[in-house]
């Protein structure tokens, strides 16, 4: 069975602070995503990252970054949080490119910045 | 790059009764578009998928139709209970790329 881990469910920061979300897949796909997810706007992409030390921007990159330095945890890093960035960020992993890999999520960090 | 429309954004249906969600997309290289059912509280998981060389699939009491001309795919549910009340999402993906849109959501309530 496929599990996503994200290290954190609940956290509450400063603004300014600098945050790190950890993700960890067990299940040796190569890619991994970071979406958030707020009301009336479902899912978008923020990064993903298709092989270690690798990254591409999704659709709302802005205020973020990522880091992937082995291939089972992907990080994703707010440099100094701002309030607009109050939401659940879930992360996802799944195998190769092609289609119908299904992707599959954690159960997502709940982020509030204050 | 692509961009999923999803209708109706809340849907209330009567137990036993059928909902059915509609996603339009933009991109024609799209070709693979499955749905996910999230639970309050939890993680979204896959429900359903369809390719696009395929017009129908089925799975029990939940089943995806695609229209690729119309560039447009549903989601229908028959008999509802309410263990099918939750947000699904659908999505669009290219054959080969890692990027999965998703559509804005749908907020089931299914009352018994």
């Known amino acids: 069975d496929v599990k996503v881990t994200q290290s954190s469910r609940y956290l509450v920061k400063r603004t300014g602070e600098k945050v790190f979300l950890e993700c960890v897949q067990d299940?040796?796909?190569?890619?991994m995503f970071w979406y958030r997810q707020d009301p009336g706007l479902g899912l978008r992409l923020i990064y993903f990252?298709?092989?270690?030390?690798?990254?591409e921007k999704g659709d709302i990159p802005e205020g973020y970054s990522v880091s992937r330095e082995k291939k089972e945890r992907f990080s994703l890093i707010l440099e100094s949080a701002s309030t607009n960035q109050t939401s659940m960020y879930l992360c996802?992993?799944?195998?190769?490119?092609?289609?119908?890999?299904?992707?599959?999520f954690g159960e997502g960090s709940w982020l509030t910045v204050v | 790059g692509e961009n999923v429309e999803q209708h109706p954004s809340t849907l209330s249906v009567q137990e036993g009764d059928s909902a059915v969600i509609k996603c339009t997309y933009s991109?024609?290289?799209?070709?693979?578009f499955p749905w996910y059912k999230q639970e309050l509280g939890k993680r979204p998981q896959l429900i359903i998928d369809?390719?696009?060389?395929?017009g129908e699939k089925k799975d029990q009491r939940i089943a995806v139709t695609l229209n690729k001309t119309a560039k447009h795919f549903s989601l229908h549910i028959t008999e509802t209970q309410p263990e099918d009340s939750a947000v699904y999402f659908c999505?669009?993906?290219?054959?080969?790329?890692?990027?999965?849109?998703f559509g804005a959501g749908t907020i089931l309530r299914v009352k018994s």
């Open positions: 996802a992993s799944s195998l190769g490119q092609t289609s119908g890999n299904t992707i599959y």
């Open positions: 299940m040796d796909h190569e890619n």
């Open positions: 990252s298709y092989d270690v030390k690798m990254k």
């Open positions: 991109d024609s290289a799209s070709n693979y």
């Open positions: 369809i390719r696009s060389n395929v």
């Open positions: 999505a669009a993906k290219r054959e080969y790329g890692n990027k999965l849109v």
